[in-house]
T-cell receptor, first 116, second 109 residues
Framework: DAMVIQNPRYQVTQFGKPVTLSCSQTLNHNVMYWYQQKSSQAPKLLFHYYDKDFNNEADTPDNFQSRRPNTSFCFLDIRSPGLGDAAMYLC???????????????FGPGTRLTVL | RKEVEQDPGPFNVPEGATVAFNCTYSNSASQSFFWYRQDCRKEPKLLMSVYSSGNEDGRFTAQLNRASQYISLLIRDSKLSDSATYLCVVNTGFQKLVFGTGTRLLVSP
């Protein structure tokens, strides 16, 4: 089945130790998004790629970077994780940039990051 | 003011009850609207899109009032499996979705 896959599902890292989260998709969608969701909060968009074009949200800390080597894969790199970066990280895709009620996003299962 | 606001709840209802959630959005230029469902520690999943004319999918009815910048979701004949957090989501026209913090629903036997 076509889907959005995230690995690992659970990641534990140490304070300050770089970590990379992975997302892959078999939907052949042009747009891939990374969200951060903390407990009882709304998902917060960090950045997205439209094809190879990277779009960073204004309030995303420099500590968060992303790479998209090809259509199928997108990575989230956290260069120096702090305790406040512990959260669920959600990857999502959409076929095209969103326009209209027929366009929406498909989410992966998320990676839950713990920072010790 | 938040871009998308929802009552966080929780809404505690018995099985079979009818429950309604409301959501307001601040950007009058917003283009499209959705309700997502999120189970505990899982990813959000699209429940339904919301159209100006209103739309219904089984026990679920969504309404949009553009003049009041207001969206609603009505669930009839609640089931235990409806227990989840319901996220109001708005496409503000900048090619991204803005999520509300969600309304938590607990359906009890």
């Amino acid at each position: 089945d076509a889907m959005v896959i995230q690995n690992p599902r659970y990641q534990v890292t140490q304070f300050g130790k770089p970590v990379t989260l992975s997302c892959s998709q078999t939907l052949n969608h042009n747009v891939m998004y990374w969200y951060q969701q903390k407990s009882s909060q709304a998902p917060k968009l960090l950045f997205h790629y439209y094809d190879k074009d990277f779009n960073n949200e204004a309030d995303t800390p420099d500590n968060f970077q992303s790479r998209r080597p090809n259509t199928s894969f997108c990575f989230l790199d956290i260069r120096s994780p702090g305790l406040g970066d512990a959260a669920m990280y959600l990857c999502a895709t959409s076929r095209e940039p969103l326009a209209g009620n027929t366009d929406t996003q498909y989410f992966g299962p998320g990676t839950r990051l713990t920072v010790l | 003011r938040k871009e998308v606001e929802q009552d966080p709840g929780p809404f505690n209802v018995p099985e079979g009850a009818t429950v309604a959630f409301n959501c307001t959005y601040s950007n009058s230029a917003s283009q499209s609207f959705f309700w997502y469902r999120q189970d505990c520690r899982k990813e959000p999943k699209l429940l339904m899109s919301v159209y100006s004319s209103g739309n219904e999918d089984g026990r679920f009815t969504a309404q949009l009032n553009r003049a009041s910048q207001y969206i609603s979701l009505l669930i009839r004949d609640s089931k235990l499996s409806d227990s989840a957090t319901y996220l109001c989501v708005v496409n503000t026209g900048f090619q991204k979705l803005v999520f509300g913090t969600g309304t938590r629903l607990l359906v009890s036997p």
